[in-house]
């Protein structure tokens, strides 16, 4: 990676510390702040908003958190004998700015990072192990696939060097209205072909070659998101990042950071369900109407509703992941939109793995993979095998080798049956599984994003996803709203949906 990058990021990074830049730039305040926002669901996106809004909005606003379930979402941890092991999203890119600026402020720390090895595996051996020496690595990639695992390399570099811009667009308070905007305000034309082409298509198109896509680029959006190389080129490629060094987890579980953003943010957590949203028209004192919206909710002592001057829906609206109506609205919203989430099975197995489950003949205590990917092959039941570390890895921690128990945690894309397991596992203990609705079924052509502003006040935040579902995405997400609402507020459209900004903003760094 050049040089020069990683300083310009660094100065990003150091800008997003620096408040003074945003509140320069800002505009006369022409209108009181609103006085009450509900954000509805503390997965990392609403609770990250949460965060946003009262940077934006300040002290006095009373912002809601509504959530039934436990805060975090789709970050969540799972106890087997005495400690915790993350179930949901797991690990965060080095570049995921959000995510590092996060800890700094909650005084969160990253996980020990416990080194480990990858292999690839075709449903019946072992097609790739990685080695200890990275020298080794490189002559044995070198032989098997020739440049392509250098050019990936590159190519994922460039897109995520476009992907970085947005942090600096934000850092000067520049919103956008929707997904496709965004997109191009950050990779302008490629990034929307990129999302109208499957990863396949793009890499193909690149001069990489099949058997690379099928040995190493699929293992990794399978185990990523538990699909295959059609995916969208730009899901493709934040999956592809998710492959890169330097990997890393919040120590005690990524879940606490939404938990220590509601805090630091003094917002109230109501817990409780959100059945409906509906808007409502109030006369005020001086005689105008404004419209307000009311939520309706659902918690242990019965249901209730507030009223609020901003909402914003933090949960998909599709099939099995919310059911929020939405009543009064013209034109109507819908209480889910078209694009199906996909299931994605993670079990936990505190057990002892067979070996040979994996074609290989290396002894059970030589084997030394923590990390199995699977290839698209046909019958194959689970998307990857990796042996886990606790949330918390103790000082002195080690990982144990696969002749002992210890926690192997499992996605696919159905749940194991009991014969599925016996042929893994030599003998468990204990067995955990999280049916998630995980991520989109992306294709591509990328359907269009459902939009981000719903109405007038009502903003919805999961249609980033479209684009790619990461924790850092919904942050992305989350400022992004943050940021517009206060500015659509205010009515400063010069700070919404700018073109150009790339160049424009040269110069300021
Ligand atoms: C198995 C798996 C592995 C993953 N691995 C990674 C990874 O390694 N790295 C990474 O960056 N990302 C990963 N992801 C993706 C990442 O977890 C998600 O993109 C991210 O957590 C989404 O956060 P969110 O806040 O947008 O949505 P969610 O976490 O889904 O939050 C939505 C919240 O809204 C609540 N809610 C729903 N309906 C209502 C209602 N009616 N009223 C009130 N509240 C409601 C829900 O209970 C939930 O808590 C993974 C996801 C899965 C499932
Ligand atoms: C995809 O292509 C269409 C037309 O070919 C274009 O309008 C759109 O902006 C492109 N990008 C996305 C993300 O849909
Ligand atoms: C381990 O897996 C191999 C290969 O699938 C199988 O032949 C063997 O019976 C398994 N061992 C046990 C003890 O189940």
């Given at each position: 990676m050049p040089k020069m990058m990683i300083s310009v990021r660094a100065l990003v990074f150091l800008g997003l510390c620096h408040a003074g830049w945003r509140s320069l730039a800002s505009g006369p305040e022409l209108r009181d702040p609103p006085k009450r926002i509900a954000v509805i669901g503390a997965g990392i996106g609403g609770t990250a908003t949460a965060y946003f809004l009262r940077q934006e909005f300040g002290a006095a606003v009373k912002i809601d958190v509504f959530e039934p379930g436990t805060v975090g979402g789709r970050l969540a941890t799972q106890n087997i004998g005495g400690h915790e092991y993350e179930t949901g999203g797991a690990v965060i890119h080095p570049l995921n700015l959000h995510m590092k600026h996060f800890l700094d402020r909650l005084g969160l720390s990253q996980r020990t990072d416990v080194p480990g090895k990858m292999a690839i595996f075709d449903g019946k051996e072992i097609i790739f192990e990685e080695s200890d020496w990275f020298i080794v690595n490189f002559l044995r990639l070198l032989w098997r696939y020739g440049f392509n695992f250098l050019r990936m390399q590159m190519w994922v570099e460039s897109v995520l060097d476009k992907f970085m811009r947005i942090y600096q667009y934000q850092q000067f308070g520049y919103s956008f209205t929707s997904v496709e905007k965004l997109l191009h305000a950050m990779g302008g034309d490629s990034f929307l072909t990129l999302s109208n082409q499957t990863l396949e298509e793009a890499m193909l198109g690149e001069g990489f070659s099949q058997s690379f896509l099928n040995e190493v680029v699929a293992p990794i959006t399978r185990v990523n998101?538990?699909?295959?190389?059609?995916?969208s080129g730009f899901a493709g490629a934040v999956a592809l990042a998710g492959a890169d060094s330097g990997l890393w987890a919040v120590d005690g579980g990524n879940k606490k950071v939404c938990s220590g953003l509601l805090y630091h943010s003094k917002v109230d957590l109501i817990q409780a369900r959100v059945t409906a949203v509906s808007v409502k028209q109030r006369q005020s004192k001086a005689g105008t109407t404004a419209s307000l919206y009311e939520v309706n909710y659902v918690g242990d002592s019965g249901s209730a509703h507030s009223l609020y001057d901003i909402v914003f829906v933090a949960t998909p609206l599709h099939q099995g992941k919310s059911d929020v109506a939405f009543s009064g609205f013209s034109p109507p919203i819908p209480s889910q939109y078209p694009g199906r989430y996909l299931q994605t099975v993670t079990t936990l197995v505190h057990g002892r793995l067979?070996?040979?489950?994996?074609?290989?003949?290396?002894k059970p205590s030589a084997f030394s993979v923590s990390e199995v990917l699977t290839t698209d092959a046909k019958g194959s039941v689970i998307n990857s095998l990796s042996s886990i570390d606790p949330v918390h890895v103790p000082p002195g921690y080690s990982r144990p080798p696969a002749s002992v128990d210890k926690v192997w945690k499992v996605f696919s894309p159905q749940p194991l049956s009991q014969q599925q397991l016996r042929a893994m596992f030599l003998s468990w203990d204990s067995t955990s599984e999280v049916k998630w609705q995980a991520y989109p079924s992306y294709s591509a052509p990328s359907r269009a994003a459902p939009p981000f502003i719903l109405h007038d006040r009502l903003y919805y935040l999961s249609p980033v996803e479209w684009a790619a579902s990461a924790m850092e995405m919904s942050a992305i997400s989350a400022r992004n709203l943050a940021l517009l609402a206060h500015h659509r507020w205010h009515y400063q459209p010069g700070r919404m949906d700018q073109e150009d900004l790339h160049t424009r903003l040269r110069g300021e760094l």
């Open positions: 998101y538990g699909q295959s190389v059609r995916i067979n070996v040979s489950y994996l074609g290989t003949s290396e």
